[in-house]
């Protein structure tokens, strides 16, 4: 069972340099986010679809763009890193569509991803 | 003030110990609650849902104290694999919708 498959698992970028961060899901939902998690911070939200052709901004996007290419598929990509944006970052999806009903998050492994 | 607050700990834990902790939230209007359990290095996994009325889980009981604001979580008879970081998840109302909302997560180690 596939769920949630995020990659890369691991990057290393230098400051300035792009990348974007794929995920996708095999459970039809229609609700999918990205995350960052830094130590004692808990989640934070960047950006989320609550479905597909829709994306909006969470609690810190600065730095942060996304695609929902598909009802599957939710990428997301920094343009110009900086050491700020390292961190792990998660990929999960829910179902029913949005946030009232979300409770059940599922996640992707996470991706860590370093900015020298 | 941190929308959800929690101890992040360590709460070392006996094995065979109970153990419990709280969790804040300033938003008076959010609705619903969660507890996911998170493992070193792992994705979060949703460990229950926190019901008005409490409820329970085999070892686990979540509380929700609605007048002051938190919700509890209570583990009897810790285990060993019961060690991870424990996060709440509060469902905060706002003006571009309802967004859950994390905390920063209490670790809890139980040793032999």
């Known amino acids: 069972n596939a769920g949630v498959t995020q990659t890369p698992k691991f990057q290393v970028l230098k400051t300035g340099q792009s990348m974007t961060l794929q995920c996708a899901q095999d459970?039809?939902?229609?609700?999918m986010y990205w995350y960052r998690q830094d130590p004692g911070m808990g989640l934070r939200l960047i950006y989320y679809s609550a479905s597909e052709g829709t994306t909006d901004k969470g609690e810190v996007p600065n730095g942060y763009n996304v695609s929902r290419l598909n009802k599957r598929e939710f990428s997301l990509r920094l343009e110009s890193a900086a050491p700020s944006q390292t961190s792990v970052y998660f990929c999960?999806?829910?179902?029913?569509?949005?946030?009232?009903?979300?409770?059940?998050?599922?996640f992707g492994e996470g991706s860590r991803l370093t900015v020298l | 003030r941190k929308e959800v607050e929690q101890d992040p700990g360590p709460f070392n834990v006996p094995e065979g110990a109970t153990v419990a902790f709280n969790c804040t939230y300033s938003n008076s209007a959010s609705q619903s609650f969660f507890w996911y359990r998170q493992d070193c290095r792992k994705e979060p996994k949703l460990l229950m849902s926190?019901?008005?009325s409490g409820n329970e889980d085999g070892r686990f009981t979540a509380q929700l104290n609605r007048a002051s604001q938190y919700i509890s979580l209570l583990i009897r008879d810790s285990k060993l694999s019961d060690s991870a970081t424990y996060l709440c998840?509060?469902?905060?109302?706002?003006?571009?919708?309802?967004?859950?909302?994390f905390g920063g997560g209490t670790r809890v180690l139980v040793k032999p």
């Open positions: 999960a999806s829910s179902d029913p569509q949005g946030f009232i009903l979300a409770g059940e998050l599922f």
């Open positions: 998840v509060v469902n905060i109302p706002g003006a571009a919708g309802n967004k859950l909302t």
């Open positions: 459970m039809n939902h229609n609700s």
């Open positions: 926190v019901y008005s």
